[in-house]
């Protein structure tokens, strides 16, 4: 299990930095200045039993340090938008672009988080977290040394030389999170990943990552079922209609409040009515 989990994470780390090494922008339309435009993207899977569209006509766009939340049906195809995103698939039509030039002409880079945290038991968590760095040959003492400056500053320092299955669930996702922050991506990708955590954990573990993307200054796209979880993380939400997905509604997420964090979110007065209005978007398109 371990060297399929070591083979995947080997896959998407020399796809994205070599192939299609950029950043991403999200949008129910196109703007100026967007880091990524998706622009009437399809995408069918084929099989000996027949044909099964996945994505029909799908274009949207992500500004710069912008967080994007993709919330859909089962099945609609979220997951295969991240994956086209990060040039694992070929869409069969439309175009992809960053910073208004092809995916493939890009030279930004872009990390994928997955739903598993996929620390190696045999690797300490310090060593998990230069795993990224190793397969590219681009360690450094200015990397080790920014890997454990956010090890101290998200609170894993004392855990340096601990193993995996020495940390809770949450600490493992922010090790995995260092990790992928380690290869200096400016666009992450993040597919579902806290469905692994008990509830009570993935709202502290939200919360954690949430801040951290911002401190950072990332732009990310996450793909979740979790309404709650699109509008706490979220500046704005794009709602996908059931297979084949395409854009159904972009719906911009403001509160007044300073200083947002995705716990702060949850109790703001303005949650209830997005969550009623995705709500009404989701159950519209059953």
Same mark, same amino acid.
């Given at each position: 299990?371990?060297?399929?989990?070591?083979?995947?994470?080997?896959?998407?780390?020399?796809?994205?930095?070599?192939?299609?090494?950029?950043?991403?922008?999200?949008?129910?339309?196109?703007?100026?200045?967007?880091?990524?435009?998706?622009?009437?993207?399809? /995408?069918?899977? !084929?099989?000996? %039993?027949? =044909?099964?569209?996945?994505i029909?006509? &799908?274009?949207?766009?992500?500004? #710069?340090?912008?967080?994007?939340?993709?919330?859909?049906?089962?099945?609609?195809?979220?997951?295969?938008?991240?994956? /086209?995103?990060? !040039?694992?698939? %070929?869409? =069969?039509?439309g175009?992809?672009r960053? &910073?208004?030039?092809?995916?493939? #002409?890009?030279?930004?880079?872009?990390?994928?988080?997955?739903?598993?945290?996929?620390?190696?038991?045999?690797?300490?968590?310090?060593?998990?977290?230069?795993?990224?760095?190793?397969?590219n040959?681009?360690?450094?003492?200015?990397?080790?040394?920014?890997?454990?400056?956010?090890?101290?500053?998200?609170?894993?320092?004392?855990?340096?030389?601990?193993?995996?299955?020495?940390?809770?669930?949450?600490?493992?996702?922010?090790?995995?999170?260092?990790?992928?922050l380690?290869?200096?991506?400016?666009?992450?990708?993040?597919?579902?990943?806290?469905?692994?955590?008990?509830?009570?954990?993935?709202l502290?573990?939200?919360?954690?990552?949430?801040?951290?993307?911002?401190?950072?200054?990332?732009?990310?796209?996450?793909?979740?079922?979790?309404?709650?979880?699109?509008?706490?993380?979220?500046?704005?939400?794009?709602?996908?209609?059931?297979?084949?997905?395409?854009?159904?509604?972009?719906?911009?997420?403001?509160?007044?409040?300073?200083?947002?964090?995705?716990?702060?979110?949850?109790?703001?007065?303005?949650?209830?009515?997005?969550?009623?209005?995705?709500?009404?978007?989701?159950?519209?398109?059953?």
């Amino acid at each position: 299990m371990e060297a399929a989990s070591y083979y995947i994470l080997k896959t998407l780390i020399r796809r994205t930095e070599k192939e299609c090494d950029f950043t991403v922008c999200l949008m129910g339309g196109f703007c100026m200045g967007a880091l990524l435009e998706l622009e009437n993207i399809s /995408l069918a899977y !084929h099989t000996m %039993e027949g =044909e099964t569209p996945a994505i029909s006509n &799908l274009s949207f766009s992500v500004m #710069e340090g912008e967080f994007v939340a993709l919330v859909g049906p089962s099945g609609c195809g979220k997951s295969t938008i991240l994956n /086209l995103i990060s !040039h694992l698939l %070929e869409p =069969e039509f439309g175009t992809i672009r960053i &910073l208004g030039k092809p995916i493939q #002409e890009s030279g930004l880079n872009i990390g994928y988080m997955l739903q598993k945290d996929h620390l190696f038991e045999w690797r300490t968590i310090y060593s998990n977290m230069m795993l990224g760095l190793e397969i590219n040959h681009t360690v450094t003492p200015g990397k080790k040394e920014m890997v454990q400056k956010m090890m101290d500053t998200y609170g894993l320092g004392e855990f340096r030389d601990a193993r995996p299955s020495e940390l809770s669930g949450g600490m493992r996702q922010r090790a995995a999170l260092i990790r992928t922050l380690a290869l200096e991506p400016a666009l992450l990708l993040l597919d579902e990943p806290f469905s692994a955590l008990d509830y009570q954990t993935r709202l502290n573990v939200c919360d954690d990552i949430g801040s951290i993307i911002k401190k950072e200054g990332k732009t990310a796209i996450l793909v979740t079922h979790d309404i709650s979880e699109a509008i706490s993380m979220a500046d704005r939400v794009l709602v996908l209609s059931k297979r084949p997905a395409t854009v159904k509604k972009e719906i911009t997420i403001r509160f007044a409040m300073k200083e947002r964090t995705p716990m702060k979110s949850r109790s703001a007065p303005e949650f209830k009515n997005y969550f009623n209005q995705i709500w009404r978007e989701l159950n519209d398109d059953q």
